[in-house]
C-alpha cells in the first residue's frame, strides 16, 4: 500500500515512521509512505502557502495552487483516488473506516494548517474528509499519523500474531477483554484462574464474556448484532448483577 502525506511540517510526520510496527511494516515494504511539504509549491520566494481569510476574520487560510500542486506532484506514484482532508469537520474515524481504507490500493493524506484550506479544496480536489475526535489540534499530522498508524495494522504481516488484532477493542464490534502477564499475584491481586488452566474453550468464552462486560458498562451502544452466544453470556452477566456476591457469608 502506499499513502503519500501531504504536510508544511515533514519532519513532524518522518520521526514517527520509523519507530515500532510501523517502522518495520515500511522497512519491509509492506507500507511505503511519502511524505511532501507543501511548502515547496509555493510561488513567491517567501514560500507563501497561506493568505488572509476572504470577509475578514481571526487566522490565515492555506491557499489553493500550493495544495492543488502538490497533490498533481503524485501522479505515477499514487493514483489519487482518495484524497483525504484531516479535518473536524471530517467524518469521526472508526474501525470500519480503518479496514475499508486499509483495502485500497493507496490514499494521499492532506494535513492542514492555520484556519485550514480554502474551501475550493475540500470541495473540488479532495474525495474525503476525516476528523478523529470532537477536538481541534493545530494540524493534521498527528490525525494523519493516527490514520496511518491503525490501517497498517490491518495490513496482512505488520502484526506477527493476527489473533492479537482480532481481540483488539472495535476489531469485533466491541471493547476488547482484560489481559494479564505474570506474576500470577500482584500485591495480594490474583489473575483469574481462568487463564491459567490452559482450557482453551473456556479462555475463549471468558474473554467474550468480560469483552461483553466492559463493552456493556462504558459503550453499550456497541452491543448491536450479538450472536446467540453473546446474548446468552449478557444474560448471565445480568444474573450476576443482581446477585452480588457475599464475600463474608459463612
Ligand atoms: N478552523 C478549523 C475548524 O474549526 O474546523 C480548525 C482548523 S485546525 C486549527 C487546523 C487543522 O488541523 C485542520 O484544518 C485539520 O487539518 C487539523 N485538525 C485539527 N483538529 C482535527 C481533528 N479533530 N481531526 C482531524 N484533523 C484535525
Known amino acids: 500500500m502506499r499513502i503519500d502525506i501531504l504536510t508544511l511540517f515533514p519532519e513532524l510526520v518522518e520521526g514517527a515512521l520509523t519507530a515500532g510496527?510501523?517502522?518495520?511494516?515500511i522497512e519491509k515494504g509492506i507500507l511505503d509512505v511519502g511524505v511532501t511539504n507543501i511548502r515547496d509549491?509555493?510561488?513567491?520566494?517567501?514560500?507563501?502557502?497561506?493568505?488572509?481569510?476572504?470577509?475578514?476574520?481571526?487566522?490565515?487560510?492555506m491557499q489553493c495552487a500550493p495544495i492543488y500542486e502538490a497533490v498533481e506532484s503524485l501522479r505515477g506514484r499514487n493514483s489519487l483516488e482518495r484524497v483525504i482532508l484531516l479535518s473536524p469537520r471530517g467524518r469521526?474515524?472508526?474501525?470500519?473506516?480503518?479496514?475499508?481504507?486499509?483495502g485500497r490500493p493507496d490514499m494521499v493524506l492532506l494535513c492542514a494548517r492555520y484556519e485550514g484550506v480554502d474551501e475550493r479544496v475540500s470541495s473540488d480536489l479532495v474525495?474525503?474528509?476525516?476528523?478523529?475526535?470532537?477536538?481541534?489540534?493545530s494540524g493534521g499530522?498527528?490525525?494523519?499519523?493516527?490514520?496511518?498508524e491503525a490501517v497498517s495494522r490491518m495490513l496482512p504481516g505488520v502484526i506477527g500474531d493476527w489473533e492479537s488484532v482480532e481481540t483488539d477493542s472495535f476489531f469485533s464490534g466491541m471493547l476488547g477483554p482484560p489481559q494479564?502477564?505474570?506474576?500470577?499475584?500482584?500485591?495480594?491481586?490474583?489473575?483469574?484462574a481462568v487463564l491459567r488452566e490452559g482450557n482453551h474453550a473456556a479462555i475463549a468464552r471468558w474473554r467474550r464474556k468480560e469483552a461483553l462486560r466492559v463493552t456493556r458498562a462504558r459503550r453499550p451502544d456497541l452491543l448491536v448484532n450479538m450472536t446467540e452466544e453473546d446474548k446468552k453470556l449478557l444474560a448471565e452477566l445480568a444474573l450476576?448483577?443482581?446477585?452480588?456476591?457475599r464475600e463474608n457469608e459463612p
Not at 510496527?21 to 511494516?25: E, H, R, V
Not at 493568505?51 to 481571526?58: F, K, L, T, V
Not at 499530522?141 to 496511518?148: Q, S
Open 21 to 25: 510496527l510501523l517502522g518495520k511494516a
Open 41 to 61: 509549491f509555493a510561488h513567491d520566494r517567501h514560500r507563501t502557502v497561506d493568505d488572509e481569510p476572504y470577509g475578514g476574520g481571526a487566522g490565515m487560510v
Open 92 to 102: 469521526r474515524l472508526d474501525q470500519p473506516m480503518v479496514r475499508a481504507l486499509a
Open 127 to 137: 474525495t474525503d474528509e476525516i476528523s478523529i475526535g470532537d477536538y481541534v489540534l
Open 141 to 148: 499530522e498527528l490525525p494523519a499519523l493516527v490514520v496511518v
Open 180 to 192: 494479564y502477564t505474570r506474576p500470577p499475584v500482584f500485591r495480594g491481586m490474583e489473575v483469574p
Open 240 to 245: 450476576e448483577a443482581r446477585t452480588p456476591e
